[in-house]
C-alpha cells in the first residue's frame, strides 16, 4: 500500500473520531461551521467545527493531494492527542484505540 493510501485511511477514521471527542454546548449552530457567521469566526472551537464541516459527510479523498491529505491528518492528530491529553492518557504509551491511533497517525505524517 502506497503512502497516499496510507493517508487516505487515517484520514478515514479521524473523522470519527474528531466528531466523538468533540463537544461544545454553547452552539447556536449545533456544530455546523458557517464562515459567514462572525459567532464561528470568533469561536474558541471554530478551528475544529470547520475542519468538522470540511469532512462530514467524508470527502472524496481520492480528489486530495498527498499534502492536503497530510494536513488534514496532522490537525486530527493533534485534535485528538490534546483531547487524549485532557483525560490524562499518556498518548505515547497509552493503549487504548484513540492513543494508538494518535500514534500511527504521528508516525505516518513524520515518515518521509
Given at each position: 500500500?502506497?503512502?497516499?493510501?496510507?493517508?487516505?485511511?487515517?484520514?478515514?477514521?479521524?473523522?470519527?473520531l474528531v466528531k466523538a471527542y468533540f463537544?461544545?454546548?454553547?452552539?447556536?449552530?449545533?456544530?455546523?461551521?458557517?464562515?459567514?457567521?462572525?459567532?464561528?469566526?470568533?469561536?474558541?472551537?471554530?478551528?475544529?467545527?470547520?475542519?468538522?464541516?470540511?469532512?462530514?459527510?467524508?470527502?472524496?479523498?481520492?480528489?486530495?493531494?498527498?499534502?492536503?491529505?497530510r494536513n488534514a491528518l496532522v490537525f486530527?492528530?493533534?485534535?485528538?492527542?490534546?483531547?487524549?491529553?485532557?483525560?490524562?492518557?499518556?498518548?505515547?504509551?497509552?493503549?487504548?484505540?484513540?492513543?494508538?491511533?494518535?500514534?500511527?497517525?504521528?508516525?505516518?505524517?513524520?515518515?518521509?
Open positions: 500500500m502506497d503512502r497516499t493510501e496510507q493517508l487516505r485511511q487515517q484520514l478515514e477514521t479521524a473523522r470519527g463537544e461544545t454546548d454553547d452552539c447556536p449552530w449545533e456544530q455546523r461551521f458557517h464562515q459567514e457567521q462572525h459567532a464561528c469566526r470568533h469561536c474558541a472551537d471554530g478551528f475544529v467545527c470547520e475542519w468538522l464541516f470540511e469532512h462530514d459527510t467524508p470527502p472524496d479523498l481520492a480528489a486530495y493531494t498527498p499534502a492536503q491529505l486530527a492528530a493533534g485534535y485528538l492527542e490534546g483531547r487524549m491529553t485532557q483525560g490524562d492518557h499518556k498518548t505515547g504509551i497509552c493503549p487504548c484505540a484513540t492513543c494508538s491511533w494518535v500514534r500511527q497517525a504521528r508516525d505516518l505524517v513524520e515518515s518521509p
